[in-house]
C-alpha cells in the first residue's frame, strides 16, 4: 500500500489549487455528503467545473470526467490514448473510453449529455476499479428489487454495493434507473479513492497476484518469502553504487531435490557471475527453511532423473566440473564430481551435461524482482509449476476487437518486458510504445511494424497479437523486437521480447524454436504470461515445429 500512498501524494503536490476558492463560487452539497465533497475536492478529485450544482443529475460526460481524474491521480501520468466518437469531443470522455471505463453506444455515438442512472454508475465505477488494477470483489446484490437491474450491471451493482462504494437508496431498494446526481457521483468517487487506499493488496500486488488458482502451502510460503526479500530489497535495488547491491536477490529456481513432492527453492543472490551463491530452501511442517548456501558463479542447475539429487555444473575459463547435489541431515551438499576436465589440455568443448547424465535438463531461473519501480517479486513461475502457464482469456473476438484498438491509437496499452532487456513502459498508447527508448530502450529511431500474426501463444483458446517490429529505415531483422498483445480482463498487455534470436521462428504451438542452418532444434522457448509478469521456459522440443506465416504490414 505504501507504493501507491507515495505516487499519489507526489501526484497531488503537483496539481493546481481548486479548493475553497472553487467551493465558495457554487452551492453547496446536501449534509450527508458535505464531508466527502469537500474532502474529495481537497483531494483534487473533483475538476473546478464540477464543484457546484450538487443536486443536478449527472450527465455521463461529466462521470468521466471525475473517473479520469481520479486514475489519472492513482496511476501517476496522464492518459495518452483517446477513443473518440461521432457526437462528441470531450477530451474526458475520450481518455475514459480509451482506458475501458466507458463504453459508446454501437454506433460511434456516446451521448455525452444523457442523464447517468445509478445502475450505469455502478457499472462504471466497477471499471475504474478493474482498470485501476485493483478490482472489487464479485458478489451477488441483496436488494429487494435485484430483479429490476439490467443483467449487464448485476455483478458491478454487487461489486460496489460489497466494497461500501454505493449504497441503496432506503427499504433495501437500489433504484437501478433512478437519476444518479453529482454529489452522489462525487462521494462515490471519492469512496473509490479511499477504497484504493485502504485497500490490502498494493498496485503491484494487484498486478502480480494471480487470479483463479488453488495453491499449496509451499507456494504460498515461497510467494511470502520472496515478497519479503524483495521488500527488504527495494530502497536498495535502484542505487548501483549502494554497498548493498551486489548482494541483491538475482534470479530463482524450483526443482525437488528429494522427490517428496515439494520442490527446493534455489534462490541466487549476486551481481556478476564471480560472485553469484545460491541459497536451498525446502518447506516443511508449515515453514520455509534454509538448507544452506552453494557457490553457483558461472554455473547452472540440471535435473537428476530416477536419483534423489541435482546436478551443478561449473563451467569456467575451458575448466568443467559436473557435480552432485544432495540433502544430508537437512543441509545441501556437493557430492563427488560426475565430471572434472580442462577443456585447456583436451582441446574439446564442454560436455554436455545430458551426456554425463543421461535425461537431465536444464532448470529455469527467473528474475527475482520485477524491474523498478515496482520492485514486486516475479511470484508467476511458482503458480505455474503445478498447472503450467496460466490461461489469460477465453474469446479472440473480444482480444481482437481490443488490441485492434490499440493499435489505431483508440485505448492505451500496459508495456511488460517479457525478458527483462526493456519494454517496462506501463499505460500508453501505442504510438508512444514505439517511439525511441520505449519497447526497445536501446532503439535510435521510432518502432516500426514488420509483420504480424494472431496465435494462442499460451494455449489457452484465446489469439494474441504477435508483432515484429523494427527500427524505421531497417530492413534487416537483426535488430527486430518481438510483441506479445494479450488481452486480460480489459487491459491489453504488452510483453517485449528484445533478444530473440534472429534465426529463431515461431511454431504454432506458440514456442520459438532454433531454426539455425536448417538444423533441427534440441530445445524450444515459450512464454509465461499473466498481468504485468512473464518469464521464459526452456523444454524439450518434442516432434515437428509446424512453423506460423507471418503475415507482412
Not at 286 to 299: P, Q
Not at 406 to 428: A, C, H, N, P, Q
Request: glycine residues 10%; contains cysteine.
Amino acid at each position: 500500500m505504501k507504493r501507491r500512498a507515495i505516487a499519489i501524494i507526489l501526484c497531488l503536490a503537483f496539481l493546481p489549487l481548486g479548493g475553497a476558492a472553487a467551493r465558495a463560487a457554487g452551492d453547496a452539497p446536501s449534509p450527508w455528503a458535505a464531508g466527502s465533497v469537500s474532502a474529495a475536492i481537497e483531494a483534487k478529485l473533483v475538476p473546478q467545473a464540477l464543484q457546484g450544482g450538487y443536486a443536478e443529475a449527472t450527465t455521463r460526460a461529466e462521470f468521466c470526467a471525475l473517473a479520469v481524474t481520479l486514475y489519472e491521480i492513482v496511476m501517476g501520468r496522464e492518459i495518452a490514448g483517446r477513443r473518440t466518437f461521432g457526437d462528441t469531443d470531450d477530451v474526458y470522455v475520450e481518455k475514459a473510453a480509451a482506458v475501458g471505463v466507458v463504453f459508446g453506444l454501437g454506433d460511434d455515438t456516446f451521448a455525452p449529455g444523457d442523464k447517468l442512472n445509478r445502475e450505469q454508475a455502478a457499472a462504471m465505477l466497477a471499471r475504474l476499479a478493474d482498470m485501476l488494477l485493483d478490482p472489487l470483489e464479485e458478489r451477488a446484490p441483496s436488494f429487494a428489487d435485484n430483479g429490476g437491474i439490467a443483467s449487464w450491471a448485476i455483478k458491478e451493482v454487487g461489486q460496489v454495493q460489497a466494497a461500501g462504494i454505493m449504497d441503496g437508496v432506503g427499504n433495501n431498494m437500489f433504484a437501478p434507473k433512478r437519476p444518479y446526481t453529482r454529489e452522489q457521483s462525487i462521494v462515490t468517487v471519492y469512496r473509490t479513492y479511499q477504497y484504493l487506499m485502504r485497500s490490502g493488496a498494493s498496485m503491484a500486488e494487484a498486478l502480480t497476484a494471480v487470479a483463479g488458482i488453488p495453491t499449496a502451502p509451499w507456494q504460498d510460503a515461497y510467494i511470502e518469502l520472496l515478497w519479503r526479500i524483495c521488500g527488504e530489497e527495494a530502497p536498495v535495488r535502484n542505487m548501483p553504487d549502494s554497498e548493498e547491491y551486489d548482494s541483491l536477490s538475482d534470479s530463482y529456481g524450483l526443482y525437488d531435490i528429494d522427490e517428496d513432492g515439494v520442490p527446493e527453492l534455489f534462490i541466487k543472490f549476486g551481481a556478476y557471475e564471480a560472485n553469484y551463491r545460491a541459497e536451498v530452501f525446502t518447506y516443511g511442517n508449515g515453514a520455509v527453511t534454509s538448507l544452506g548456501i552453494l557457490g553457483f558463479g558461472h554455473s547452472g542447475l540440471y535435473s537428476y532423473p530416477g536419483q534423489k539429487a541435482a546436478i551443478l555444473e561449473w563451467g569456467h575459463m575451458g575448466y568443467q566440473e559436473i557435480s552432485k547435489i544432495v540433502i544430508v541431515d537437512g543441509r545441501v551438499e556437493l557430492q563427488g564430481a560426475l565430471l572434472s576436465v580442462d577443456t585447456n589440455e583436451t582441446g574439446d568443448s564442454y560436455a554436455p551435461v545430458s551426456d554425463v547424465v543421461p535425461g537431465a535438463e536444464y532448470v529455469d531461473f527467473h528474475r527475482t524482482a520485477l524491474p523498478f519501480p515496482s520492485g514486486a517479486p516475479r511470484t508467476l513461475p511458482i503458480y505455474d509449476y503445478v498447472n503450467g502457464p496460466h490461461p489469460t482469456g477465453s474469446s479472440s473476438e473480444s482480444a481482437r476487437e481490443a488490441i485492434t484498438e490499440v493499435l489505431g491509437g483508440k485505448r492505451e496499452l500496459f508495456g511488460v518486458s517479457g525478458d527483462g532487456y526493456g519494454g517496462d513502459t506501463g499505460w500508453m498508447s501505442f504510438g508512444e510504445y514505439c517511439q525511441p527508448g520505449c519497447v526497445s530502450k536501446y532503439s535510435q529511431a521510432p518502432m516500426a511494424t514488420r509483420s504480424f500474426v494472431w496465435l494462442d501463444m499460451n494455449r489457452d483458446g484465446q489469439d494474441e497479437y504477435v508483432v515484429s517490429l523494427v527500427e524505421e529505415g531497417t530492413a534487416s531483422n537483426n535488430q527486430q523486437v518481438i510483441v506479445i498483445m494479450s488481452y486480460q480482463g480489459g487491459i491489453v498487455f504488452a510483453y517485449s521480447l528484445n533478444y530473440v534470436p534472429v534465426y529463431y521462428v515461431l511454431g504454432r504451438d506458440g514456442a520459438f524454436f532454433a531454426d539455425e542452418d536448417g538444423e533441427p532444434t534440441l530445445y524450444t522457448v515459450r512464454y509465461s504470461f499473466y498481468k504485468n509478469q512473464c518469464y521464459e521456459i526452456h523444454a524439450r522440443a518434442s516432434g515437428g515445429t509446424n512453423e506460423v506465416a507471418w503475415k507482412p504490414f
